[in-house]
């Protein structure tokens, strides 16, 4: 019987369980949607028993015609970031809390304002978000007491359905070193706490286990709940951008990996850590490594806001016809890229990464253009932003080429504008579920599928397509982005303002 890997991965919107072989190849995928719920200003959550029995449908769907002793192992990835808590008998403790979420901004603010976000930086080599588990657990510490003293488990998504899965409590390094390592150590640290006034909940912070190491077994209660065989190995997986640059065959320094997704991602690797308040210096994917992540929510979510806006028709002639969007305006939108076009727009419909309160615009419009010229801004100025976090990036840490996957990568015409825009070779990884290839890659490792990452990468890992960049069109790119950026400073200052009236009418 032939063997395969089970990759679950739980995205902010939707969780999906692939199945692929030994070479990589996808053989089968479940996915089931998982709805956020915002029931008031800046709180974006979701029911964890809902997230856990959305697993439990993927799995099952993608198990529909491979028989379940096949499965040699199970690797688990879920969005980065945010905060899935239960009490010492593992029960939730209310919802998980999503990285869209920006309830602790005013906690953020008050530890820039003390000081504390530049003491984070040196020993943690990042500056909490506030949808850093840190900052959420402070906010429930000062708003929800009661909650905050029931904690008997401090876990992230994945982690919430490793232990589901298999009852065991447990991170990896990756997702402790997002609020809870000092960076030089790459290991949980007390002064780390005591930096928040977060040193209560010492006793919370989970055993942290290799992302590539057997972290349980199936129970028999999960798996009467997935469809999997009791006695499954799950390994203990990890943060999903970081699988995500697994999964593309990116697992050491020198290459950028970027995600076009809900949050624009772009993470390089490197055998020292950096600190630079412009990204967050995390664990790799194995000690003595460090990924360097530049983030903001200003990526693909921004083209579904102007393709539902701009495009309702076609919007529902593609949810009829079961095809592409990108197919049905294709044409208009590179027609548009043929002009020359005043067009500017600022991606900063969910944030920005910037300090200040950001806003969207729109710049340049004029009455000759049509919406296939506003849309194509919409594009540019996604890679646009792309584009200021791998400078960012590469100003410390050189990179030879990028690999793409998100929302980006199944459109040619947006891969090309990758290239164009930073001026790289932009790869195209064959797998379309790299984030659940990068979990399955660590459960093929942990049960001796694979010797070790590397091998499993090599094995696995192919580039479907490479965009190069073309030289002519890079240098407009250049241009155009030079006054993107010129706007991007003079509005700054204007956003406050801009916030400040929104929330008064």
């Not at 089970?6 to 996808?26: N, P």
């Amino acid at each position: 019987m032939e063997r395969y890997l089970l990759g679950v991965d739980s995205g902010s919107t939707a969780t999906k369980a692939v199945v692929f072989d030994t070479s990589g190849r996808t053989v089968a995928v479940g996915s089931r949607r998982v709805e956020q719920r915002q029931p008031r200003a800046r709180h974006v959550e979701r029911d964890m028993q809902e997230v856990w029995a959305a697993a439990c449908g993927a799995i099952r769907d993608a198990l529909h015609e491979i028989p379940p002793d096949s499965i040699a192992a199970v690797g688990v990835t879920g969005h980065g970031d945010g905060l899935y808590l239960v009490d010492s008998a593992g029960a939730p403790l209310g919802p998980g809390v999503l990285s869209l979420d920006s309830r602790a901004f005013e906690v953020t603010e008050r530890w820039r304002e003390a000081g504390v976000l530049e003491k984070a930086l040196t020993l943690t080599g990042q500056q909490p978000y506030p949808y850093a588990a840190v900052s959420l657990l402070k906010w429930i510490q000062l708003n929800e007491p009661e909650r905050f003293a029931k904690i008997g488990h401090v876990l992230f998504c994945k982690d919430w359905l490793r232990l589901c899965l298999t009852g065991v409590p447990a991170t990896d390094p990756t997702e402790a070193s997002s609020s809870f390592t000092d960076v030089d150590t790459q290991t949980y640290s007390d002064e780390v706490l005591a930096l928040y006034g977060l040193t209560s909940i010492g006793h919370a912070r989970p055993q942290i286990i290799a992302s590539a190491a057997a972290a349980g077994r199936l129970t028999a209660r999960a798996a009467a709940q997935t469809g999997l065989k009791e006695g499954t190995p799950v390994a203990c997986g990890l943060h999903d951008v970081t699988s995500s640059a697994l999964g593309m065959g990116n697992i050491e320094p020198g290459v950028v990996s970027i995600t076009a997704g809900t949050f624009s991602i772009n993470e390089i690797l490197s055998d020292r850590p950096q600190r630079d308040p412009r990204w967050s210096c995390r664990n790799g994917t194995r000690p003595g490594q460090w990924m360097n992540m530049s983030i903001s929510p200003a990526s693909s979510s921004n083209i579904d806001w102007a393709l539902r806006e701009l495009f309702q028709h076609e919007t529902q002639e593609d949810a009829r016809r079961g095809c592409s969007l990108f197919d049905l305006i294709g044409d208009e939108v590179q027609a548009a890229f043929a002009e020359p076009s005043s067009v500017m727009f600022h991606p900063f419909l969910f944030g920005s990464p910037f300090e200040q309160p950001a806003s969207a615009s729109f710049f340049g419009i004029r009455s000759w253009h049509r919406r296939a010229h506003l849309a194509r801004a919409v594009l540019e100025g996604m890679v646009f932003n792309h584009r200021w976090h791998v400078e960012a990036l590469t100003s410390a840490f050189p990179a030879r080429r990028a690999g793409l996957t998100g929302g980006g990568s199944s459109s040619p015409l947006l891969a090309q504008l990758f290239a164009d825009v930073l001026g790289v070779a932009i790869d195209i990884p064959e797998s379309r579920e790299a984030s659940a290839l990068g979990a399955a890659l660590c459960a093929g490792v942990s049960v001796g599928v694979f010797a070790s990452l590397s091998e499993a990468t090599a094995r696995a890992c192919r580039v479907a397509h490479t965009y190069v960049p073309d030289t002519q069109r890079h240098g407009q790119l250049d241009e155009a982005y030079a006054l993107w950026s010129r706007l991007t400073a003079a509005m700054q200052p204007l956003w406050p303002a801009l916030d400040h009236a929104a929330i008064a009418h």
